[in-house]
Protein backbone atom coordinates (compact mmCIF):
# COMPACT_ATOMS: atom_id res chain seq x y z
CA UNK A 1 0.00 0.00 0.00
CA UNK A 2 0.66 3.45 -0.56
CA UNK A 3 1.76 6.15 1.86
CA UNK A 4 2.33 9.79 1.96
CA UNK A 5 4.24 11.32 4.89
CA UNK A 6 3.66 15.26 5.34
CA UNK A 7 5.47 15.80 8.62
CA UNK A 8 4.56 19.35 9.22
CA UNK A 9 0.86 20.26 10.48
CA UNK A 10 1.52 23.12 10.39
CA UNK A 11 3.77 26.55 9.70
CA UNK A 12 3.59 30.03 10.58
CA UNK A 13 5.71 32.34 8.19
CA UNK A 14 5.90 36.37 7.93
CA UNK A 15 4.97 37.38 4.27
CA UNK A 16 8.04 37.43 2.44
CA UNK A 17 9.80 34.76 3.62
CA UNK A 18 10.42 31.59 2.18
CA UNK A 19 8.73 28.13 3.43
CA UNK A 20 9.14 24.49 2.09
CA UNK A 21 6.49 22.14 2.50
CA UNK A 22 7.98 18.46 2.78
CA UNK A 23 6.51 15.68 1.62
CA UNK A 24 7.57 11.77 1.06
CA UNK A 25 6.06 9.41 -1.37
CA UNK A 26 6.55 5.55 0.32
CA UNK A 27 5.55 3.17 -2.90
CA UNK A 28 6.51 -0.81 -3.80
CA UNK A 29 6.15 0.40 -7.46
CA UNK A 30 9.25 1.93 -9.64
CA UNK A 31 7.10 4.39 -11.49
CA UNK A 32 4.91 6.42 -9.86
CA UNK A 33 3.68 10.39 -9.94
CA UNK A 34 3.61 13.00 -6.93
CA UNK A 35 0.80 15.85 -6.90
CA UNK A 36 0.30 18.80 -5.14
CA UNK A 37 -2.99 20.54 -4.84
CA UNK A 38 -3.39 23.70 -2.70
CA UNK A 39 -7.21 24.17 -0.39
CA UNK A 40 -7.45 27.52 -0.03
CA UNK A 41 -10.53 28.41 3.37
CA UNK A 42 -12.91 28.64 0.45
CA UNK A 43 -12.66 24.30 0.07
CA UNK A 44 -11.93 23.99 -3.15
CA UNK A 45 -8.85 21.87 -4.17
CA UNK A 46 -6.42 23.35 -6.76
CA UNK A 47 -3.94 21.35 -8.68
CA UNK A 48 -0.38 23.02 -8.50
CA UNK A 49 1.81 20.00 -10.04
CA UNK A 50 2.06 16.83 -11.33
CA UNK A 51 5.48 15.26 -11.27
CA UNK A 52 6.68 11.32 -12.24
CA UNK A 53 9.30 9.07 -10.81
CA UNK A 54 11.63 8.92 -13.60
CA UNK A 55 12.09 12.68 -13.84
CA UNK A 56 14.21 14.37 -11.28
CA UNK A 57 14.57 17.87 -13.03
CA UNK A 58 13.36 20.57 -10.40
CA UNK A 59 10.93 22.88 -11.47
CA UNK A 60 9.79 26.32 -10.65
CA UNK A 61 6.73 28.18 -11.36
CA UNK A 62 7.04 31.87 -10.24
CA UNK A 63 7.23 31.80 -7.06
CA UNK A 64 6.67 28.27 -6.29
CA UNK A 65 9.47 25.34 -6.80
CA UNK A 66 9.97 21.29 -6.43
CA UNK A 67 12.48 19.44 -5.81
CA UNK A 68 11.84 15.62 -6.64
CA UNK A 69 14.66 13.43 -4.81
CA UNK A 70 14.08 10.06 -6.08
CA UNK A 71 16.60 8.22 -3.83
CA UNK A 72 14.66 9.65 -0.66
CA UNK A 73 10.58 9.76 -2.66
CA UNK A 74 10.92 13.55 -1.53
CA UNK A 75 8.89 15.77 -3.09
CA UNK A 76 9.42 19.07 -1.18
CA UNK A 77 7.71 22.54 -2.38
CA UNK A 78 9.37 26.20 -1.88
CA UNK A 79 7.15 29.35 -1.96
CA UNK A 80 9.66 32.19 -2.43
CA UNK A 81 8.56 35.35 -0.95
CA UNK A 82 5.42 34.15 0.33
CA UNK A 83 2.27 36.51 0.48
CA UNK A 84 -0.90 36.68 2.49
CA UNK A 85 -3.00 34.81 -0.46
CA UNK A 86 -0.32 31.24 -0.07
CA UNK A 87 -2.45 30.81 3.02
CA UNK A 88 -3.95 27.29 2.71
CA UNK A 89 -3.77 23.81 3.42
CA UNK A 90 -1.20 22.34 1.14
CA UNK A 91 -2.06 18.61 0.29
CA UNK A 92 1.18 16.12 -1.33
CA UNK A 93 -0.53 13.00 -3.12
CA UNK A 94 0.73 10.28 -5.11
CA UNK A 95 -0.35 7.14 -7.17
CA UNK A 96 1.00 4.92 -8.79
CA UNK A 97 1.48 4.04 -12.54
CA UNK A 98 -1.87 3.66 -14.31
CA UNK A 99 -4.46 3.89 -10.75
CA UNK A 100 -2.87 7.15 -10.05
CA UNK A 101 -5.15 8.74 -12.60
CA UNK A 102 -8.65 7.52 -10.22
CA UNK A 103 -6.43 6.36 -7.34
CA UNK A 104 -4.78 8.94 -5.54
CA UNK A 105 -3.02 8.63 -1.59
CA UNK A 106 -3.02 11.81 0.24
CA UNK A 107 -1.08 13.55 2.58
CA UNK A 108 -2.92 14.61 5.92
CA UNK A 109 -2.03 17.94 4.92
CA UNK A 110 0.30 20.95 5.88
CA UNK A 111 -1.42 24.12 6.98
CA UNK A 112 0.26 27.36 5.79
CA UNK A 113 -0.28 30.56 7.36
CA UNK A 114 1.46 33.78 6.04
CA UNK A 115 1.01 36.05 8.60
CA UNK A 116 1.08 40.00 7.25
CA UNK B 1 -17.16 23.43 -19.84
CA UNK B 2 -17.82 23.33 -16.53
CA UNK B 3 -15.95 20.95 -15.00
CA UNK B 4 -16.92 18.61 -12.33
CA UNK B 5 -20.12 19.71 -10.59
CA UNK B 6 -21.49 18.62 -7.06
CA UNK B 7 -24.88 19.07 -5.23
CA UNK B 8 -25.84 19.50 -2.65
CA UNK B 9 -23.34 21.76 -1.16
CA UNK B 10 -24.69 21.62 1.81
CA UNK B 11 -26.80 18.30 3.43
CA UNK B 12 -27.58 18.10 7.39
CA UNK B 13 -29.24 14.43 7.55
CA UNK B 14 -30.67 12.24 10.80
CA UNK B 15 -28.95 8.69 11.43
CA UNK B 16 -30.61 6.05 9.55
CA UNK B 17 -31.85 8.65 6.88
CA UNK B 18 -30.20 7.97 3.13
CA UNK B 19 -29.45 10.13 0.52
CA UNK B 20 -27.79 10.32 -2.38
CA UNK B 21 -24.79 13.03 -3.57
CA UNK B 22 -24.53 13.54 -7.33
CA UNK B 23 -21.55 14.37 -9.54
CA UNK B 24 -21.11 15.09 -13.10
CA UNK B 25 -18.22 15.91 -15.30
CA UNK B 26 -18.69 17.41 -18.75
CA UNK B 27 -14.83 16.40 -19.83
CA UNK B 28 -15.78 13.13 -21.04
CA UNK B 29 -13.08 11.87 -18.53
CA UNK B 30 -13.15 8.01 -18.51
CA UNK B 31 -12.28 7.70 -14.79
CA UNK B 32 -14.27 9.19 -11.48
CA UNK B 33 -13.51 8.74 -7.63
CA UNK B 34 -15.13 9.97 -4.67
CA UNK B 35 -12.97 10.99 -1.53
CA UNK B 36 -14.14 12.38 1.80
CA UNK B 37 -12.21 14.88 3.80
CA UNK B 38 -12.04 14.32 7.30
CA UNK B 39 -9.98 16.82 9.96
CA UNK B 40 -6.07 15.91 10.34
CA UNK B 41 -7.07 12.78 7.90
CA UNK B 42 -6.52 14.40 4.50
CA UNK B 43 -8.57 12.76 1.72
CA UNK B 44 -9.47 9.20 1.63
CA UNK B 45 -10.61 7.12 -1.63
CA UNK B 46 -14.33 5.74 -0.77
CA UNK B 47 -15.24 4.69 -4.69
CA UNK B 48 -13.67 4.77 -7.79
CA UNK B 49 -14.83 3.57 -11.63
CA UNK B 50 -12.81 3.55 -14.60
CA UNK B 51 -15.94 3.56 -17.27
CA UNK B 52 -19.62 3.37 -17.27
CA UNK B 53 -20.39 0.60 -15.88
CA UNK B 54 -17.37 -0.65 -13.52
CA UNK B 55 -16.27 0.48 -10.02
CA UNK B 56 -14.88 -0.57 -7.13
CA UNK B 57 -13.61 0.13 -3.50
CA UNK B 58 -11.33 2.51 -2.63
CA UNK B 59 -9.75 2.64 1.00
CA UNK B 60 -12.78 3.38 2.76
CA UNK B 61 -16.29 1.92 0.80
CA UNK B 62 -18.09 1.14 4.13
CA UNK B 63 -21.65 2.46 4.31
CA UNK B 64 -21.49 3.99 0.77
CA UNK B 65 -23.15 2.55 -2.48
CA UNK B 66 -22.24 3.84 -5.96
CA UNK B 67 -22.89 3.12 -9.90
CA UNK B 68 -21.69 4.94 -12.99
CA UNK B 69 -24.60 3.96 -15.69
CA UNK B 70 -23.30 6.85 -18.11
CA UNK B 71 -19.73 8.78 -18.34
CA UNK B 72 -21.12 11.28 -17.14
CA UNK B 73 -22.54 10.99 -14.26
CA UNK B 74 -21.24 9.26 -10.56
CA UNK B 75 -23.72 9.37 -7.60
CA UNK B 76 -22.94 8.49 -4.10
CA UNK B 77 -25.23 7.06 -2.31
CA UNK B 78 -25.56 6.78 1.81
CA UNK B 79 -27.92 3.82 2.56
CA UNK B 80 -28.19 4.52 6.37
CA UNK B 81 -26.37 7.57 7.16
CA UNK B 82 -24.45 7.47 10.64
CA UNK B 83 -22.96 10.13 12.32
CA UNK B 84 -19.36 8.70 11.32
CA UNK B 85 -20.24 9.74 7.61
CA UNK B 86 -20.20 13.54 8.69
CA UNK B 87 -17.38 14.53 6.36
CA UNK B 88 -16.57 16.96 3.28
CA UNK B 89 -17.21 14.76 0.16
CA UNK B 90 -15.52 15.51 -3.13
CA UNK B 91 -16.02 13.85 -6.40
CA UNK B 92 -12.80 13.74 -9.44
CA UNK B 93 -12.72 13.09 -12.39
CA UNK B 94 -9.64 12.17 -14.68
CA UNK B 95 -8.57 11.17 -18.46
CA UNK B 96 -6.75 8.23 -19.23
CA UNK B 97 -3.22 9.11 -20.19
CA UNK B 98 -2.35 5.79 -22.39
CA UNK B 99 0.59 3.36 -21.50
CA UNK B 100 3.01 6.21 -20.36
CA UNK B 101 1.94 8.79 -17.30
CA UNK B 102 -1.56 9.93 -15.55
CA UNK B 103 -3.13 13.06 -15.56
CA UNK B 104 -4.01 15.45 -12.32
CA UNK B 105 -7.67 14.37 -11.39
CA UNK B 106 -9.93 17.69 -12.04
CA UNK B 107 -11.85 18.20 -8.54
CA UNK B 108 -15.21 19.45 -7.71
CA UNK B 109 -16.32 22.28 -5.10
CA UNK B 110 -17.32 19.52 -2.58
CA UNK B 111 -20.54 18.54 -0.46
CA UNK B 112 -20.24 19.29 3.34
CA UNK B 113 -22.48 16.79 4.79
CA UNK B 114 -23.36 16.84 8.49
CA UNK B 115 -25.13 13.21 10.31
CA UNK B 116 -27.12 14.24 13.42
Known amino acids: AQKVTQAQTEISVVEKEDVTLDCVYETRDTTYYLFWYKQPPSGELVFLIR??????QNEISGRYSWNFQKSTSSFNFTITASQVVDSAVYFC?????????????FGKGTKLSVIP | NAGVTQTPKFQVLKTGQSMTLQCAQD?????MSWYRQDPGMGLRLIHYSVGAGITDQGEVPNGYNVSRSTTEDFPLRLLSAAPSQTSVYFCASSSRAGTQGIYEQYFGPGTRLTVT
Open chain 2, 27 to 31: MNHEY
Open chain 1, 51 to 56: RNSFDE
Open chain 1, 93 to 105: AGGDSGAGSYQLT
